[in-house]
């Protein structure tokens, strides 16, 4: 059966002294600046009037946000009882564990405390910040493969890689797969709807159900998580909690279509 080797790649970027940086972290600060700068551009295109003080507020609540919720996320979703016999590895973000819907939950939190305080509506924030979420994703899921973890199940398609502690047979690079769908295409989607007059929620809501749908789809082709495996008959985890983010996307585009329509019949 043919299969690809994976690449040799090193986890760690570079070392200063003890303290070794990883490509996982330095993914993360790219995608938040990134992030940052569309923010920073989208703020003057729609003119929603944000200072430049108020758009780095944002982006660190969003950090904080995105962190704290993802770390939650991944003990109370996936951790089992592990954390339970040792709550302070909780704090051992460095150990790896994080998870996107924790993330996601934490993100928006962390939005509608910025809304409130600067007046800003949610939905029109959320937007915003919705066109930069896929490149964070991207440089997450290339990370995840640099790492060689959560790879996909056995395959015999000839791409697929053997990877290192996962046993001797080739499987589906998953995370390539997420990096192209819920990274590239995702991005070209909120790139699109971005140049195109749209009522507020539309792009949060887009966000939302297009990743559901492409999470729904890959984790098919990705290995479940071993402390967990399958959690609801042929369905995992990941599959489970995307299934209310396809709902909430698909009725926040409803909601701002007929928004959107009664504005212009108004």
């Known amino acids: 059966m043919a299969a690809l080797s994976?690449?040799?790649?090193?986890?760690?970027?570079?070392?200063?002294?003890?303290?070794?940086?990883?490509?996982?972290?330095?993914?993360?600060?790219?995608?938040?600046?990134?992030?940052?700068?569309?923010l920073h551009r989208l703020n003057r295109r729609w003119q929603v009037g944000l200072t430049l003080d108020q758009e780095v507020d944002i982006v660190l609540a969003a950090v904080i946000g995105l962190v704290v919720g993802a770390r939650l996320g991944y003990v109370l979703f996936y951790g089992g009882s592990e954390y339970l016999r040792h709550?302070?590895?909780?704090?051992?973000?460095?150990?790896?564990?994080?998870?996107?819907h924790g993330g996601l939950v934490g993100i928006l939190l962390a939005g509608w405390f910025m809304s409130r305080r600067l007046g800003v509506p949610f939905l029109r924030l959320a937007d915003l910040g919705a066109v930069g979420a896929p490149v964070g994703?991207?440089?997450?899921?290339?990370?995840?493969?640099?790492?060689?973890?959560?790879?996909?199940?056995?395959?015999?398609?000839?791409?697929?890689?053997?990877?290192?502690?996962?046993?001797?047979?080739?499987?589906?690079?998953?995370?390539?797969?997420?990096?192209?769908?819920?990274?590239?295409?995702?991005?070209?989607?909120?790139?699109?709807?971005?140049?195109?007059?749209?009522?507020?929620?539309?792009?949060l809501g887009t966000l939302l159900a297009l990743y559901g749908i492409f999470r729904i789809f890959v984790e098919f082709f990705r290995e479940p998580d071993v402390q967990l495996g399958f959690v609801?008959?042929?369905f995992t985890m990941g599959q489970v909690l995307s299934v209310p983010m396809v709902i909430a996307g698909a009725l926040l585009v409803f909601a701002a279509h007929r928004r959107g329509r009664n504005a212009q019949e108004g």
């Open 6 to 38: 994976f690449p040799d790649l090193d986890p760690v970027a570079f070392a200063l002294g003890p303290l070794e940086v990883r490509w996982y972290g330095l993914a993360y600060v790219a995608g938040f600046a990134l992030a940052a700068a569309i």
């Open 87 to 100: 709550p302070l590895r909780i704090l051992e973000t460095w150990q790896g564990g994080m998870s996107f």
């Open 137 to 203: 994703l991207f440089l997450g899921r290339l990370s995840n493969f640099v790492n060689g973890e959560l790879w996909g199940r056995v395959t015999t398609v000839p791409w697929g890689v053997v990877f290192p502690g996962a046993g001797p047979l080739p499987r589906h690079p998953s995370q390539l797969y997420e990096a192209l769908l819920e990274g590239v295409v995702l991005f070209a989607v909120m790139v699109v709807l971005s140049r195109v007059r749209r009522p507020d929620g539309m792009m």
């Open 232 to 234: 609801a008959g042929p």
